[in-house]
């Protein structure tokens, strides 16, 4: 386990599921502090986790080797002017912001600070997690794999160039939320056919989840492990051929692509 001081930036919904994972994963509560905007916030976080949690950025960052920062992209700016004076190239920055350049962030900090950009997902907090990360201008493959052990104590984690990180945005990261429009939908479509809602839905996600751990142990092309699924002239080829007229493919291929697209474009909003 990772044996540095972690400063979460931005205590929300990724924030608080991270850190809630590196706890899990044995990172001593003394080791570990938070931030967020509204002091109410603080006080209402701090009673469920057991780090503080404050609105002051600039201690925050000062007291830690690692500072996770898990604002929203539109925040990053003015929380790195804060933190400026407090960051040193001896510390690591961990931005999962969408959206959000290394160079953005490394322009706005002293010279030669070490950047890895992240995109988590929200499983990590059942250490289901996929990640994917990147490294900044002055980041090493120390720093490189300092922030995978971390995002590995809560899943996956890939290394990928930075010109994919929207791509991993628009898939693994905004992908569970497709996913449960499938799960939901496979339930409904259990009760249309008769079965109880629980029993539906307790049979859909649990089908979701074997079919991917088949994917990911094998390592077998999801069409191969279709077909052994699909006998000649029985039910599921009937099934199959719904979703082809339904489109669910294409559809599925589109939500990526805007998803992708609109993580271009975020961090230029106000
Ligand atoms: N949700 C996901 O699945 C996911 C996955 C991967 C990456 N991300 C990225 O993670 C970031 C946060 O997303 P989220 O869904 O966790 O949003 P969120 O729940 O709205 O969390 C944002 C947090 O940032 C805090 N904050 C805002 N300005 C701050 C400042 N100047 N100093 C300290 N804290 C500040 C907010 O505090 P208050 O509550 O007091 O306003 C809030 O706790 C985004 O950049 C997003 O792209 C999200």
């Excluded at 044996?3 to 080791?31: H, N, Y």
């Excluded at 995002?151 to 449960?180: C, N, Q, W």
């Amino acid at each position: 386990m990772i044996d540095q001081r972690v400063a979460v930036l931005g205590l929300g919904k990724i924030g608080t599921i991270l850190l809630q994972g590196l706890l899990k994963a044995g990172l001593p509560p003394g080791k570990a502090c938070a931030t967020v905007r509204h002091a109410e916030r603080a006080r209402a976080s701090s009673g469920q986790l057991p780090v503080p949690v404050g609105p002051d950025n600039r201690t925050a960052a000062r007291s830690a080797d690692i500072i996770l920062i898990s604002v929203k992209p539109q925040n990053v700016g003015e929380l790195l002017e804060e933190i400026r004076p407090e960051v040193t190239p001896a510390k690591l920055v961990v931005s999962v912001a969408a959206s959000v350049p290394t160079s953005y962030i490394e322009a706005r900090l002293a010279d030669g600070v070490p950047v890895v950009r992240a995109m988590p997902n929200t499983p990590c907090q059942v250490g289901a997690g996929m990640t994917g990360i990147c490294k900044g201008s002055h980041a090493t493959d120390v720093h490189l794999n300092l922030a995978r052990q971390l995002f590995d104590t809560v899943g996956r984690t890939v290394v990928v160039d930075e010109k994919h990180m929207d791509a991993v945005t628009g898939l693994s990261a905004s992908g569970p939320a497709f996913i449960y429009i499938i799960l939901e939908s496979l339930a409904e479509a259990g009760v249309k056919v008769g079965l109880p809602r629980d029993v539906a839905t307790l049979l859909s996600a649990q089908t979701l989840l074997g079919a991917a751990k088949v994917a990911l142990d094998t390592g077998d092309h999801p069409a191969l492990l279709k077909d052994t699924v699909t006998t000649p002239a029985g039910c599921t080829i009937d099934g199959i051929l719904e979703l082809e007229e339904g489109k669910l493919r294409v559809t599925l291929i589109k939500a990526v692509v805007k998803s992708t697209q609109r993580a271009k474009e975020l961090l230029f909003e106000t």
